[in-house]
Structures are given as C-alpha cells and as structure tokens.
C-alpha cells in the first residue's frame, strides 16, 4: 500500500509478483492480479499487459467480487485504448447479462451508446471481407487471427490489407 501511495511502481510491481509467486490466500492473489493490471494499465500504459491480469481474475475467479470489475475494466481498455470494438460489445453484453443491476450498469450502457459510432465502420469492414475470394481470406486471417484488428488496420491506414510495424508482422 506504501509504495503505491508513494508512486514506486516498478516496487509496487515486484512485490505484486511474489505474492501472485506464493501466496495461496485466493482473495490476496485476485486483489494482487487486479492491482497489478491497474498499475500496468494507468501507470505504464500497457494495455495488452493489463489485459492479461485481468484476464487471470476472469478465467479462474468467477464468483470473487473483483470479477464485475475486471469484466468492465477489460471491456473499457479494449474499447478506448486497442479499439477493438466488437469484442468490447461482446464482453459489455456478457456484463448486462450477468449483471443486471449492478452499479456499474449505467456506465455499460453508456460505453455500449459511444461504442454505436463505430457499428458502421465495422460492418462495411466485414461485408468487405466477406466479399474477398478465399485466398484473400486465409491471408488476411493468417495476418489477423482476431478480423477485427485487420478491420481497425485497414481503417487506420484505408487500405485494404497492411502490415502493422509496431508488431512486427513480417
């Protein structure tokens, strides 16, 4: 809590990473994911990092408390800063499903609302896709396991296939 409070993050991560090494106090380890995805996420601005601690809660921590928020948190990263727009539906729905009528219920909705400006880019993208022969298919896949990062790509660069330099794909 100290070092937190003291902005030591670099510290504040170290010692997050022994406790999720060994503690076997399950509410300790999810608050130590949660805080670490926090740090990653608001301090260094690694989303993709972030992601992955939240996706720790998620995958193994369904009924802890924590869970609600990490669902959101992992939606509004995915939406605001990777923009990866269909699968942030996918997971703000999963949350209006599961909880209805939580205190965070208002703010899905209105993420979902801002998340509607998109839904037009989105499905020309698709029906563009969906209209390329099949070998333009198997590439643009083999490119883009997830279509909608090809989908943000070629709307970023308004072309029809490109190659993202920041991750290294050739």
Request: charged share 25%.
């Amino acid at each position: 809590q100290n070092l937190y409070s003291e902005k030591d993050f670099n510290s504040c991560v170290v010692l997050l990473d022994e406790i999720l090494k060994n503690s076997h106090d399950e509410d300790l380890l999810v608050k130590s994911y949660f805080l670490t995805s926090e740090i990653y996420l608001n301090e260094y601005k690694e989303f993709d990092i972030s992601i992955s601690f939240l996706d720790e809660i998620l995958n193994n921590y369904p009924d802890h408390e924590l869970y609600k928020r990490s669902l959101f948190t992992k939606s509004y990263i995915l939406a605001n800063y990777l923009e990866s727009y269909t699968e942030a539906i996918d997971l703000y729905t999963l949350f209006i499903k599961k909880f209805p009528e939580d205190e965070l219920i208002s703010s899905v909705y209105y993420e979902l609302k801002e998340l509607e400006k998109y839904k037009d880019k989105i499905n020309s993208m698709l029906n563009w896709f969906n209209s390329t022969n099949l070998i333009h298919q198997l590439f643009i896949k083999h490119l883009f396991p997830d279509i909608n990062n090809f989908i943000l790509l070629s709307n970023l660069y308004n072309k029809k296939i490109g190659i993202y330099v920041k991750y290294s794909w050739f």
